[in-house]
């Protein structure tokens, strides 16, 4: 349903056009009895609230489960304009069009892409996309061994496990090994970080925030880092470059991260995308393809497949990656979603889910036994002790509709009874009250 309402006088001139004098005439061969009363609608709604609405109304009954669950994709409000736009056809049936012979809306489309991503992560190159973020990690890895000529990366071990699990899978059968550093609590330990940088180290792989929700300063990583001759990878979560520092400001030499929660829908788990930019110096080490602009030979302004370093195009032993594909209309989704929000409204954004996260901080570690494990800044996701396991706890408020969170004892032995939760801008007070109403209730039963 678009939103664009008739006025009064355009619903006149249809009803005078079709012969009908009111809107009741113009439906009296519906049965009275099937034809809806009100929508009880009140007036001066936004988009996304009037769309709320509805669903609540077609739910009929609120089945519909209000997530708090993140830890790497997150549910986040799409602008109408990211599903139009891209679901025009020139973008949504274009064949291959990563090809060379692909349309100058295309590939200029992905130029801008490549572009936002460069200001999002304060960096000077970026590729047209990549699979998803953990594959964007990985061959960040693969890029500092490249680059280096060296075969140890070290993984902070509050980086996604999923991520680090890609990492290790990437490297097994090549003459590199990926070591993990074990976290300080919720944070990043740096002191141990630093200490593990050797002569054989490519790069240090961190993630901010991380997986327990921690924001941190990895300046000084990345100056220790630089002083062996090793990288600096940094996975981000673009929402929070709204208000966080940027990897480049970091000092970080490679940038990533998933683009899901730039305009593309949970999906059930994909597609998504990932994206991956650097420093221009190492720029002939990004995988996959990279678009450039430039003018013919009459002058005009034209877009063109400037890298592929890939095994179609050049020697396979000079290949950077064995990446085939981009995920080109999941990255125009991001595009659009950028250009939509603009600077200020992206900053809002992040503002926003800042705040909400706050509220939601103190009213659950308000409850009895409820205590906050991070002990430094969160952006909108934060790790709570409960006084038992929090799995069973979990599947208990399932069961009332509410997806309370990412329980940790999965990925970390030891941590069964932590709990990850996200609060992300489309959820209301009224919910965030009841996600705690709810853990107070399972607690004390």
């Given amino acids: 349903m678009g ?55 077609a739910a009929a009954g609120g089945a519909e489960i209000v997530p708090f669950i993140g830890c790497g994709i997150y549910d986040h409000i799409i602008p109408a304009a990211v599903d139009h736009l891209s679901s025009r056809a020139e973008f949504y049936t274009a064949y291959t069009p990563y090809q060379p012979e692909c349309s100058q809306g295309t590939l200029q489309a992905l130029f801008e892409y490549q572009s936002a ?41 509050s980086v996604n496990p999923l991520h680090r699990e890609i990492v290790t899978g990437y490297l097994h059968g090549l003459s590199a090994e990926a070591v993990e550093v074990a976290p300080d609590g919720c944070s990043s330990d740096l002191k141990s970080l630093i200490d593990s940088i050797d002569e054989e180290t490519a790069a240090v792989i961190v993630q901010n925030p991380n997986f327990f929700g921690s924001v941190q300063d990895f300046s000084e990583l990345a100056s220790k880092a630089h002083e062996k001759g090793a990288l600096l990878i940094v996975s981000s979560y673009p929402i929070a470059l709204g208000l966080v520092a940027s990897p480049g400001e970091t000092g970080a030499d490679i940038a990533v991260g998933d683009g899901q929660s730039l305009g593309n829908a949970l999906s059930f788990g994909g597609p998504y995308f990932g994206f991956i930019a650097t420093r221009k110096r190492f720029i ?34 000079k290949a950077t990656s064995n990446i085939c594909s981009n995920q080109s209309l999941c990255a125009l989704r991001g595009l659009i979603f950028c250009a939509s929000l603009g600077r200020k409204g992206f900053e809002e954004l992040a503002v926003l889910n800042y705040d909400k996260a706050q509220y939601a901080k103190s009213c ?34 399932l069961a009332s509709g509410v997806a309370a969170g990412v329980p940790l004892g ?36």
């Fill in 410 to 445: 999965q990925y970390y032995p030891g941590l069964d009874e932590a709990l990850v939760v996200t609060v992300t801008e489309k959820r209301s007070r009224a919910e965030i009250d009841r996600l705690a109403a709810l853990l107070e209730e399972a607690l004390c039963s």
């Fill in 117 to 157: 991503i460069c200001r999002l992560t304060g960096m000077e190159a970026s590729n047209a996309s990549l699979y998803d973020g953990g594959t964007a990690v990985a061959e960040a890895a693969l890029m500092s061994l490249r680059i280096t000529e060296r075969n140890r990366v070290i993984l902070d071990a």
């Fill in 364 to 397: 659950l570690t308000s409850l009895k036994g409820v205590t906050l494990m991070n002990t430094g800044t969160t952006f909108n996701e934060f790790t709570l002790s409960l006084p038992m396991d929090a799995a069973p706890v979990v599947e208990k408020l």
């Fill in 284 to 317: 002939r080490n990004l995988p996959g393809r990279i678009v450039g602009e430039t003018i013919d030979n009459q002058g005009r302004r034209g877009y063109v497949l400037t890298l592929q370093a890939r095994e179609q195009h050049i020697k396979r032993h």
């Fill in 3 to 57: 939103y664009c309402p008739n006025t009064p006088d355009e619903i006149r001139e249809m009803l005078a056009v079709i012969g009908a004098g009111s809107i009741e005439e113009l439906f009296a061969p519906i049965p009275a009895e099937l034809r809806a009363k009100s929508f009880d609608l009140p007036p001066g709604m936004s988009e996304f609230e009037l769309m709320r609405i509805m669903r609540e109304k």
